[in-house]
C-alpha cells in the first residue's frame, strides 16, 4: 500500500517479485541495505535474506551505518526526510486515494525533486504527508505497521549502547583565590565606612538594614564565587542578590522610614515564629537550627511576647511588583526568574542539570543522565556586577564608600 518495509509485506507476492527485481538492479543497494538483516523483526524477511544474506558475526560496522543514516533522518526537514516522505505519499496519490487540486500540484509531486523551486515543494511535500500520511489507512493495515515501526526501535534500542557526549571541563576564568582575598577587603574597607558613619547606638532600622545587605551580598558572592561560580549554587547565589538589590532599592525609592521599621520588625517576627515551632511542634529539632540563637535573635530589639507575627511578604506587595515600584525590572528579568526555576526545581532545571541527550542516533535523541552534573556556565561576572550595585545603592544613601568588587584575571597573576 505504500512504500515502506511493512507495506511492501502486504503486497501480493508477485508484486513483491517486480519489487525486488527492480529494486536490486541498482548497484550499491545491496551495502546500502544490508543493515536491514540485523533486525529479527523484520517484515518479509526471508526475502530480504535472500538478497541482502544474513547479519556477520560482527554487527557493529552494519549498525553504525544504519545510525549514519538514521541521523540524517532525524531532522524531519531534511532533504533526505523529505525524499522519504515524498516515497511514502507518492502511492497514495498514484492510487488516487489523494486527489491533488491541478495539475501543477500533480507535477510537483510526479516530477519531485525536479519541477518547479523546491523550496516552495518540499515544504509543501512535508505538509501533505504529515495532513494525509496515516490518515488514510485501515487499522488493519495501520496497527501491525506500527508494531513493526515500534519493533525497530526497540531492537535498536536493546542491541545499542547510550552515547553521552563527554562533559565540557569546568575551568574557572578568574583567579580564585586571589578573588576571594579581594572580596574580604572589600569586607573590611566596608567595616570601616561602617565605623566612619556611626554616631549613634539606638536601633537604626534603615542603617542597619542597608549595611546588612552589603555584608550579605559579600557572603553571598563570596560563596558563589568559591564554587567557581558554575555550580549550581551559584545560581541560587544570583537569585539571592537579586532580591537582596529589589528589596534595597524599593527601600530607598519608597522613601518612607517606617517601611524600614516594617521589613526588621517582619524579620524579627519570622525568628519568633520559628522559635514557638521549635517549642511547640517539632519534636526532633533539625540541626541546622540552634533554638538559643533563634531565641536571642526573636528578643533582640523587642521581648518577642510584644511582637507581631506577620506572614506573607513583609512588604505586601510580591518582587516584581518592588522590582517594577523600584524602577529595576530589569535585574528581576535577567537575574530572578531564571535561576529562581533552579530554586524551585522546576522541569528544565532539572534537565539541565543532571540530564543529556544520548548522541546514539539510534535512540531518537532521548535523556540519559549525565557523568557529573553540567557545571558550564559562568555566574561569575553576574555574581560581582550584582554586588557591585548593591555597594552602589549603599553609596547613594551613605556616600563615601567607593570600593567595588573585581574578577581578578589568571593572566595578571602570571605577569
Ligand atoms: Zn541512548
Redesign the pocket.
Known amino acids: 500500500m505504500t512504500t515502506t518495509l511493512y507495506g511492501l509485506s502486504t503486497l501480493d507476492s508477485d508484486l513483491q517479485d517486480r519489487f525486488f527485481d527492480v529494486l536490486f538492479e541498482e548497484d550499491g543497494v545491496v551495502d546500502a541495505l544490508k543493515p536491514l538483516v540485523l533486525f529479527d523483526g523484520l517484515p518479509l524477511a526471508e526475502r530480504w535474506h535472500e538478497n541482502l544474506g544474513i547479519a556477520p558475526e560482527n554487527h557493529n560496522e552494519l549498525w553504525t551505518q544504519l545510525a549514519d543514516a538514521v541521523l540524517v533522518l532525524l531532522d524531519h526537514q531534511s532533504q533526505e526526510s523529505t525524499d522519504c516522505r515524498w516515497a511514502y505519499m507518492t502511492p497514495i496519490v498514484n492510487s488516487g486515494k489523494l486527489h491533488l487540486q491541478n495539475e501543477e500540484q500533480f507535477r510537483e509531486f510526479t516530477e519531485y525533486p525536479f519541477y518547479e523551486d523546491q523550496r516552495k515543494v518540499r515544504p509543501t511535500i512535508r505538509a501533505t504527508e504529515m495532513q494525509f500520511g496515516s490518515g488514510v489507512m485501515n487499522e488493519g493495515y495501520s496497527v501491525p505497521k506500527k508494531e513493526w515501526s515500534k519493533q525497530f526501535w526497540n531492537e535498536c534500542?536493546k542491541r545499542t549502547?547510550?552515547?553521552a557526549p563527554p562533559p565540557d571541563k569546568p575551568t574557572a576564568s578568574y583567579d580564585l583565590p586571589r578573588t576571594l582575598a579581594e572580596i574580604r577587603s572589600v569586607w573590611s574597607d566596608l567595616a570601616d565606612h561602617f565605623s566612619d558613619t556611626d554616631e549613634f547606638t539606638h536601633v537604626q532600622p534603615k542603617r542597619d538594614a542597608s549595611f546588612g545587605f552589603c555584608f550579605y551580598a559579600l557572603a553571598l558572592t563570596q560563596e558563589g564565587l568559591a564554587s567557581s561560580g558554575k555550580l549550581l549554587t551559584a545560581k541560587l547565589a544570583l537569585r539571592m542578590l537579586a532580591e537582596l538589590y529589589i528589596t534595597f532599592s524599593y527601600l530607598i525609592s519608597v522613601g518612607d522610614r517606617k517601611l524600614w521599621d516594617v521589613y526588621r520588625a517582619y524579620g524579627a517576627g519570622q525568628a519568633k515564629l520559628t522559635f514557638l515551632k521549635l517549642e511547640e511542634i517539632l519534636e526532633n529539632q533539625p540541626g541546622y537550627l540552634n533554638k538559643e540563637s533563634v531565641e536571642a535573635l526573636a528578643n533582640e530589639d523587642m521581648y518577642m511576647d510584644f511582637q507581631d507575627i506577620n506572614l506573607g511578604n513583609w512588604a505586601n506587595i510580591d518582587l516584581r511588583k518592588m522590582s517594577q515600584v523600584a524602577g529595576c525590572k530589569d535585574v528581576y528579568d535577567a537575574y530572578y526568574s531564571w535561576p529562581s526555576s533552579y530554586a524551585h526545581g522546576q522541569w528544565c532545571a532539572v534537565r539541565d542539570v543532571v540530564f543529556t541527550t544520548?548522541h546514539?542516533p539510534l535512540?531518537r535523541l532521548?535523556r540519559?543522565p549525565r557523568a557529573a552534573p553540567r557545571y558550564e556556565d559562568g555566574a561569575e561576572e553576574d555574581l560581582v556586577l550584582l554586588l557591585n550595585k548593591i555597594l552602589e545603592l549603599l553609596n547613594g544613601i551613605y556616600p563615601g564608600f567607593e570600593r567595588r568588587a573585581e574578577l581578578m584575571s589568571t593572566n595578571s597573576a602570571q605577569c
Open positions: 534500542k549502547e547510550c552515547f544520548c546514539n535512540h532521548h540519559i
